[in-house]
């Protein structure tokens, strides 16, 4: 991508009106209910500061969005939502986000990212779908962890983006993010948190 590509690209914080409008356009279609965190909670976690939510734009346009959240003193960014609206995919436009927020990490941070485990497909179409998401972390520059969560139900692989520290390092601060998140009894029913599996 040239220089002056580069310049029409801009991310910027969205605003309440703005991703509210998102959630009920985009995120509810792109996310399944078993993921997709109801709107007053991500209300509720950008109020005590833990979500930030932003929107990618070419030139004027927006081309897909994004939530990162942290915790203070933890190293660790999760990407907790990410998507190109439909009309930008197969563009190069996901990578570019990725790379921006490669290049935008705060000294010293990382950036987790939970995938769907390909290991708990239910049939070859989700597989597929399952290891083309994975692929496409690890083609823009994340690693893959040996950690593995169940996280409300569902399986997913951790990646990382950034300065990759070791497995148990990985999940602490990951499961110190979601504590912060989440008060201690929901934590304790719904994240369980592995280490030491085979990479894919």
């Known amino acids: 991508m040239s220089g002056g590509e580069q310049t029409l690209w801009h991310f910027r914080r969205l605003t309440r009106p703005e991703w509210t409008t998102l959630y009920y356009e985009q995120m509810e279609r ?14 509720t ?8 939510l932003w929107g990618a734009y070419w030139g004027e346009t927006l081309t897909g969005y994004y939530v990162l959240a942290q915790a203070p003193g933890n190293p660790a960014l999760l990407l907790d939502y990410l998507a190109v609206l439909p009309q930008f995919r197969g563009t190069g436009f996901g990578g570019e986000i990725l790379r921006h927020l490669r290049q935008t990490l705060p000294e010293g941070c990382y950036l987790l990212i939970e995938s769907e485990d390909p290991q708990g497909a239910a049939n070859p179409a989700d597989l597929s779908i399952r290891e083309r998401r994975v692929a496409f972390y690890r083609r823009n520059g994340a690693a893959l962890s040996s950690v593995t969560v169940w996280l409300f139900g569902v399986e997913y692989v951790l990646l990382t983006l950034g300065a990759a520290p070791s497995a148990e390092q990985t999940s602490a601060d990951y499961q110190a993010l979601y504590r912060h998140m989440l008060p201690e009894d929901r934590f304790r029913d719904n994240v369980c948190v592995r280490t030491q599996r085979d990479t894919l």
């Open 30 to 43: 792109d996310f399944p209910p078993s993921e997709l965190k109801p709107l007053e909670l991500l209300a």
């Open 45 to 52: 976690l950008e109020d005590r500061g833990v979500n930030t």
